[in-house]
């Protein structure tokens, strides 16, 4: 057997385990329109009336069918997570990066300085808000997420 080989079958066999694992909690697959609820496109419709729509997606989590709405409303992109019945699961929108909390802008000049955000969204799953926000400084690319006070949590 080659030096190297041994390590190499290891390392595929946890890759194989890994996303196994990922795909047996999350399964989203593209679906048509014709596939989706008509509660869910009707709550859409309601809540968005000049979004166009980019696609749709079918989710499972944990047992639970989810339907996903793709799509794009003036600058805004935005996906919305529907339970079959229409009622809104999570709504995932991107934002300016001057729409960000006060308090988040601070902690990121605080905490990367020269950091300059490329990418900010804002997801509310109930009344729960968080806030993720891709960053570089030089050519260092920054991942971060904040809760609705400001704070990091990752």
Known sequence: MKPGFG???IAVAI???LVASV???????????KDVPIAV??????????????????????GKTF??????????????????DGTIAEIEETIAA??????????IRTKYPGAVVTKAEKTTVGEKV?????ARRGKKR??????ADGHLTK
């Open 7 to 9: 390590l190499w079958r």
């Open 15 to 17: 890759t194989a385990v």
């Open 23 to 33: 795909s047996a909690v999350t399964q989203e697959r593209k679906i048509s329109r």
């Open 41 to 62: 496109i009707n709550a859409f419709k309601a809540a968005y009336p000049t979004a166009t729509i980019k696609g749709y997606a079918r989710e499972k989590e944990h």
């Open 67 to 84: 339907y996903e709405i793709e799509s794009k409303d003036g600058s805004i992109g935005r996906d919305v997570l529907y339970n079959p």
């Open 98 to 107: 001057n729409d960000l909390p006060s308090a988040i802008q601070e902690a």
């Open 130 to 134: 968080t806030y993720e926000v891709i």
């Open 142 to 147: 920054l991942s971060m997420e904040f809760d």
